[in-house]
């Protein structure tokens, strides 16, 4: 046998090894696959031998004793354990397992458990070839395989690890029948909320035995492992969640029958499944897990559909019995929680003994709790609304301070459990400042003036939250009072959907991109999480560069090893928005003096360069539903939110400043000690201009004084254009035109109009008509009066002599009026009339021939009294020509003097009754 080895070795090396003739090429290939065979060989023989000692050492009765892992605050303090050994309840047969329970795990964990060698090889080599980006990521791991991982191997992932598990897996299927694997798995898997093994998670759920379980209740309990934390039934996935609201608004004839039809990102999978119903009363199904345990049961065989639609029934109305753990920011640490499972996997977290050091600040945590807890009684009381959330983040690092996803996470009847940190909701108001800051960088400025009247967009006539217009204001005054007019404009200047979703996206939220949003886009029609909002104030807060949220800080494995580490000069800034534009957002955010009402007091703070904007989303009906503020300085980025979990609206008076604004102005108060005065930091870029109010422009020379601000504008968009809001131009009277170079200065007027407009013309007609109301609707005329003077109606000017009396005169004193003729000479362009002037002033109009006059003595006129007496003729395109005389009043006879006495009895009245 020794001489047939070392034969068989030698012959093979003989055929294998590079020969003499070959190439050099031939002989480097040769090579290599000797090497190869020599490694593939040298691997069996280890794994034989490692096989042979995991067989006579590997005992996972015995050394699957667990320890605790910690999850805690930045400082070191304990926020929860997730206990080992003492919360297992180990059963010693299958026997005392209900027979659906087993078939429910086998079903949806590892339907082929009875038929493989411990490992599923096209299933090893479907996750092998995804971790190659070959095909969509899937687990691998049998139900042997999850034994393994959860009995003896450290967290780390690794193709080391991953050889070590399967070869594990080999000899536990030598060493063990399946009852054995499957019972030991069944004691071991983790349940969640810190039930280990199958027994106590019935004890925990249901408060039975696992030998009791229903069809249903196996199906729920199986359906945990997978992702203990995200399936609980104490979470915010107790059941299926759709993740925007079912309005004809957000479906604009989009036709849904079942999850068939949603994006995988509309919605998230929870362990019971729910019914959601369309505005038109028809329903659709998104299924839980547990539906999907009993899908691949009856697919199986293990169940009939009749018994399939009576568990699903059964889990609807389920019931599980109240437990409550010690825990402090309880939302918190099962999101840190369920990141662990999906990087490290549930087992190494529900049992690693790890601890993880986060990032919450338990002096922020604290004010934030505190601050919500002092008000939320006062929101029941005036606004209907129950709950409220939290969440603090710092804008540098990324670094989560405060959580909190609800007013109390043990209280039911508000749905505490559900996490409104992670929660989609429609954001109302404060999604404005995203619109503005793309029209910012579409060369838009905080000057921008916007009408707020009442617009038509297309069949919509959208009103502001109080009702109520304001006629133009600076888009700094829009977003300083939250205007929906405004707004609603600038989304046609950010560039419509096509263009602020992907950006709106870029800053970390998860718009649809499909979907068609429209104008109430700019109004907060998109949902968002605060999770995700409070990430996208990160890029304005700190100058244009965002910053994800991070969580942990350290994480230490059972035996003290780092697992994980967080370094701050790992943290990755991307730059998402222009340092002009956050910074020109940032200034208008933190302007207390913009607000028309004189309210704001709840969205400043004093001492701190604070930036705020609040929101409120409404229903269909336009009560509140759910209240907003986003809330930052260059040091913390806060988001918070009120209302209901279970999404019924609040009161009238549920706005967001009455509801979530005076809880984050007290968190604010709380920990103001621990927060330096800072300011924004202002880009070299920036400049400082005076403009007109009215336009946004450089002022005009007819711009009024009081009508002169400065404002503050990116590089990119200083203004060039002069004032014309106020518009003085020449009129001729004639026609009401304007004037030309040939118009007679006397029909020449100048005339100033307060000219109402935008620089985009989409609402013009809306513009005019609030002009109208406002009783400033005249406009100046665009048309000149060319056709009436010109060069050649200007040099036919008409021309008139006077003929009697003639120049120096004399006039009787005793007689009171006097006649006056003329001669037309040139009539000009069709004359008109002619008019006596004395001394200037008009006293007698003649528009018809002869055209003689007649002016009347002045009574103050006494012997020797010059007077001038003019006749100006004047054509009907207003040119005119004059003729003037002198003359000399002379003394009258005593005998007129009773005819004297009764002119003067008729007065100085120049209302006189002339024939001509």
Aim: hydrophobic share 35%; proline share 5%; no cysteine.
């Amino acid at each position: 046998m020794r001489n047939w080895t070392k034969r068989t070795i030698l012959t093979g090396w003989e055929r294998l090894r590079p020969q003499p003739y070959m190439s050099k090429t031939e002989h480097r290939i040769r090579y290599a696959l000797t090497g190869l065979i020599g490694l593939f060989l040298a691997g069996l023989v280890f794994t034989f031998f490692y096989a042979i000692w995991i067989l006579f050492t590997f005992d996972p009765e015995k050394i699957n004793a667990k320890d605790s892992t910690q999850i805690m605050d930045k400082k070191g303090g304990l926020l929860y354990t997730i206990h080992g050994e003492e919360n297992r309840d180990a059963l010693e047969s299958l026997e005392e397992i209900s027979p659906w329970l087993v078939d429910a795990t086998i079903a949806i964990e590892d339907d082929e458990f009875y038929g493989h060698i411990g490992i599923d090889i096209p299933a090893l080599f479907r996750a092998f070839f995804s971790q190659l980006g070959i095909g969509s990521p899937r687990g691998g791991s049998t139900i042997t395989q999850q034994l393994v991982k959860n009995t003896i191997l450290t967290p780390e992932r690794s193709y080391i690890r991953k050889y070590r598990e399967v070869v594990i897996s080999l000899v536990t299927e030598l060493k063990f029948s399946k009852d054995e694997i499957l019972l030991m798995y069944l004691n071991e898997i983790p349940y969640g909320n810190n039930a280990y093994g199958i027994e106590l998670a019935s004890e925990r759920y249901f408060g039975k035995s696992a030998e009791e379980l229903t069809l249903a209740e196996s199906a729920v309990l199986a359906s945990i492992p997978r992702a203990p934390t995200r399936y609980s039934p104490y979470g915010s996935y107790k059941y299926s969640v759709l993740h925007f609201e079912l309005t004809e608004e957000n479906l604009s004839g989009r036709s849904i029958a079942g999850e068939a039809d949603l994006e995988t990102e509309e919605f998230t999978r929870g362990l019971i499944g729910t019914a959601f119903t369309l505005p038109d009363g028809s329903a659709f199904y998104i299924k839980g897990r547990s539906d999907l345990v009993l899908d691949r049961m009856v697919e199986l065989g293990m169940i009939t559909e009749d018994q399939e639609i009576t568990a699903l029934a059964e889990i609807q109305t389920l019931e599980f019995t109240d437990y409550k753990e010690t825990i402090s920011a309880a939302h918190f640490v099962l999101w840190v929680k369920e990141q662990l499972e999906r990087k490290y996997g549930s087992e190494i977290v529900e049992q690693g003994g790890l601890k993880v050091y986060t990032t919450l600040d338990p002096e922020f945590q604290a004010a934030a709790e505190e601050a919500i807890a002092e008000r939320i009684e006062t929101n029941v009381a005036s606004s209907g609304a129950n709950n409220a959330a939290l969440i603090s983040i710092h804008p540098q690092t990324g670094q989560i301070l405060a959580w909190v996803g609800s007013a109390d996470y043990f209280n039911e009847e508000i749905d505490g459990q559900v996490n409104m940190i992670t929660s989609y909701r429609q954001p109302g108001s404060s999604f404005k400042p995203i619109v503005y800051s793309l029209a910012l960088l579409n060369q838009y400025t905080a000057a921008t003036v916007f009408y707020d009247v009442l617009t038509h967009f297309g069949p919509d006539t959208p009103k502001n939250y109080s009702g109520t217009f304001h006629g133009p204001l600076s888009m700094r005054q829009a977003l300083g009072n939250s205007l929906n007019i405004p707004a609603a404009k600038a989304y046609f200047l950010a560039g419509e959907e096509q263009a602020i979703v992907p950006y709106a996206n870029k800053l970390g939220l998860s718009l649809d991109e499909n979907h068609s949003y429209g104008y109430p886009l700019a109004l907060g029609a998109g949902e968002v999480m605060p999770l995700e909002y409070a990430e996208a104030y990160t890029a304005f807060a700190n100058g244009g560069a965002k910053v994800e949220p991070t969580a942990i800080l350290k994480i230490l494995t059972s035996d003290g090893e780092i697992l994980e580490q967080w370094e701050e000069k790992e943290v990755e800034k991307t730059n998402v928005v222009d340092p002009e534009v956050a910074y020109v957002i940032n200034d208008m955010l933190s302007d207390p003096t913009v607000n028309i009402g004189g309210s704001g007091g709840y969205l400043y703070i004093p001492a701190l360069d604070n930036a705020a904007k609040t929101g409120t989303s409404t229903d269909e009906d336009g009560y509140p539903q759910d209240g907003w503020i986003v809330a930052y300085t260059p040091t913390l980025v806060t988001v918070g939110w009120s209302g209901n979990a279970n999404g019924e609206p609040m009161a009238w008076t549920g706005e967001a400043y009455q509801t979530i604004a005076p809880i984050w102005k007290s968190y604010m108060t709380k920990i103001l000690n621990r927060l330096e005065p800072t300011e924004w930091k202002r880009p070299e870029g920036i400049k400082e201009i005076a403009i007109s109010k009215a336009s946004g422009k450089l002022p005009g020379e007819h711009t009024p004084s009081d009508m002169i601000r400065t404002e503050i504008f990116t590089s990119f968009a200083v203004p060039t254009e002069v004032d014309d809001a106020y518009q003085v131009v020449k009129i001729e009277m004639v026609t009401g035109r304007l004037a030309t170079e040939y118009s007679p200065e006397d029909v020449v007027e100048e005339r100033t109009y307060r000219v109402h407009k935008e620089d985009w013309s989409n609402w013009q007609s809306d513009i005019n008509a609030w002009a109208a109301d406002q009783g400033e609707s005249e406009q100046p005329p665009t048309e000149t009066a060319a056709n009436i003077h010109n060069a050649e109606t200007a040099a036919n000017v008409p021309q008139v002599v006077i003929t009697s009396p003639s120049n120096l005169a004399s006039l009787d004193s005793d007689q009171r009026l006097h006649d006056i003729e003329v001669d037309v000479l040139n009539p000009g362009n069709g004359l008109g009339e002619v008019q006596y002037l004395l001394n200037g002033d008009v006293k007698y109009h003649a528009t018809s021939a002869p055209y003689s006059g007649r002016i009347p003595l002045p009574v103050t006129a006494g012997e020797g009294t010059i007077l001038t007496v003019t006749a100006k003729i004047v054509d009907q395109y207003g040119y005119s020509s004059e003729s003037t005389i002198q003359l000399r009043v002379d003394g009258g006879d005593d005998d007129d003097d009773a005819s004297d006495e009764e002119t003067e009895d008729s007065g100085d009245s120049l209302d006189l009754d002339i024939s001509l």
